[in-house]
């Protein structure tokens, strides 16, 4: 583990008198400096070999109408767990800001979403082109603004969007979605290829924006957890829980430990169905069927269980600010014991046949590799990650919920092919029914939430990090005026991780490109916000 | 000449017939493996009957070679068809052509469903042929020598001469080893054929691994309908010659009704057990990536060819 201290110090040092301020936000050291040495500060936190920190989030924040300016926040984790953010103003006109995209490659979709969504301009970044905003937005609309209001009728515009090009004899570029075959969100991907093998994919999403931060900025903090619960709705409780503990925190509301341990179930459910149809869809891709339907089958058997226990297969509705609104009985808890152990064997039965089938290994070894130092530049975690050697978990790293009590194995390989994800989902099974059995066998008696009696002070904020199924959630929520939330930053982890998938599919053929992307199995409403 | 004529509409009939109910016997026995219940037995003939009530939707982009296409796809494989003997070991159009035949009979239909998938311009009907052309273009021979390697046991490549001789066994020289060698090199060539796991996945819905159904992708209405009950008929021809090419015993060897109805009865029990096998095939294994595709083709080749050289050694 990285000693925050140490590191803030070593900054301090290395910086002078360029660092304006060291402060704590609720333990999270935040470091302000001036906007154009934040390259170079970043940089350091990047590279230098004590700090070693992934750019885990980047995002901005509107300051109006209590002061003329512009907040950018960088969040570091260095080594495993341990937050530290890099903070700087734009104030009064200014809309440049040097970007960190050429020396820390993890920026470069934050900094143009950056530019989207709030018209500030990364000086230097090297593809400036639209990300969030399609070029039929017209010119001058950045919804996230505080002028920019959140019934505003946008116009349209003609535009068109340059995708890289490969040209040559031979090569052809073949476009796909963003309306697919299947019943799928939308997605646009651009191959370049020459015969079957992939030269070039070029990811383009963001078809379906929600303006889901916006919305969230007209609500009061605690009607946000219906929203978030909305982001991405197989990740209906990690969204909730994020969101919650965020607002938590800014209020100083201490949780009940069942609730804790309640939070800690209910997220490990969650996990645990989609992990399963995870595993079936993936074989199901290579044309092994039986995988699918075995799978869907035992899926279908939590998610009725999270139905009867809470009245949604989604588990909406669950969380609430100070805890949760479900709790389980006795007889509720025999019931899971019994069928989870059910499913267990069940699940290992399948995994076996699935480890014994030789052709099924056969076209999920070597494919879609996804290198450990791409994984590294993207920051990508999570199950991608586990699967090409990143060891981070929140839930070891940054214990929230119950999970500090809890003990647990994170499974780690190395090869970064589809099959490594496959066995990072299957062992995390495993994993996610002991966590649900040790959580449901220690779970404490008490009252399941907490009221909530003061209003965070305008302009305070608090950061919150959930393990979801697909990786590590973070939201960001500032208080408004009025009990307002003055600006909630929302990360899925698939924002993070669909660029990564760009370069995982170089030198594989066309046909295999399906697995490798269920593979990885991102969302597309968690980035289209 | 009467009784040809009836006969012929009478095989043409009981393919077009038998067809569908073999695509949903494939479908129902991967469905009960996999614990499922699955579509009921009637749903291909429904899908059928609702396609051809459908409008036709075409790319304003095609020509007539998309609109020519579902005709001649459906009438090749037909003609191909009635070549075939499937209740009667001496079919009346054998004078017709040869193996040869039905092999050209069914490129045929091919090389019209490649131009079709590149006609409409989109990206996935052109890798969708371009696909099938490596697949065609591989299957091909080993089909044609796997039948030759029974052809030269019977002295013949007419395909009722081959059936009638097996069927009686009749101044025919009967060797196991390259029987057997030629009746896997068919099936492997049954398999890549008509699109079938490992090589093509039918129920994929994901455009970019498929190849036959790529290639249809633009396709609706009527159009879809042929093409659909060309392939259901395609899918049984295989299994037709795989199983009265290798085991004829049951056929009719007389125009005689008893024995001929008696002989339906028996090729439906012979198809409907390679169509399980199939079913079962479709369950136990992943589709093979698509450069691997080559190296099974390739097996099916060698095999065929063996059978024909174990054939001249068996023999001295």
Redesign the interface.
Known sequence: MVDINEAVRSIQATFGTKIRSADRVREIPVVTAAKQDIPAIASHIHRASDLRGTLSLQWAVDLRPRQAAYRLYYLFTLGRGTWLILMTELSGEDRLFPSITPRIHAAKWYEREIRDMFGLIAEGHPDLRRLVRHEHWPKGTHPLKKDFSWNHLMGRQDGEYHFRQIEGEGVFEVPVGPIHAGIIEPGHFRFSVAGEPIMQLEVRHFWKHRGVEKLFENLMWSEGVALAERVSGDTSFGHSLCYCQAVEALIGVEVPSRAEYLRTFFLELERLHNHIGDVGAICNDAAYALALAHCGRMKERIMQINDSLTGSRFLRGVNVVGGTSVDLSLDGVTMIEHTLKEIQEDFSDLARILFHNASLTDRLETTGVLKERTARDHGVMGVVGRASSIDRDVRRDHPFAAYGHLTFKVPIYRYGDVRARLRVRIDEVHETIGLILQALENLPAGPISTAMSSAPRPGDWALSAVEGWRGEILYFVMAGEEGKVHRCKVRDPSFVIWPAIQFAVLGNIIPDFPLINKSFNLSYAGTDL | MIESVVITFVQAVVILAVSPFIVGLIRKV?AR????QGPGWLQPYYDLVKLFRKDVVASTHTSWIFTASPYIIFASTLAAVLLVPIFLSTVPLNFAGDVITVVYLLALGTFFLILAGLDAGS?FGG?GSSREAIVASLTEPAMILSIFAVGLTAGSTNLSTIVHKTALLQGIVTDPPPHLMALAALFIVTLAETGR??VD?P???????MIHEAMI?EYSGRYLALVEWASAMKLLLFLTLISNIFAPWGIATEPEPVWMIFGVAVWLVKVSGLAVLIGVI???????????VTDFLGLAFILSLLAIIFFYILRG
Not at chain 2, 33 to 36: E, P, T, V
Not at chain 2, 282 to 288: I, P, T, V, W
């Open positions: 991967k493996l996999q614990c499922r990206a890798m796991v490992p996945n129920a994929t819905h994901l455009e970019l691994t992708l479709e369950s136990m294994f992943a589709k093979l990536r698509l450069f691997r």
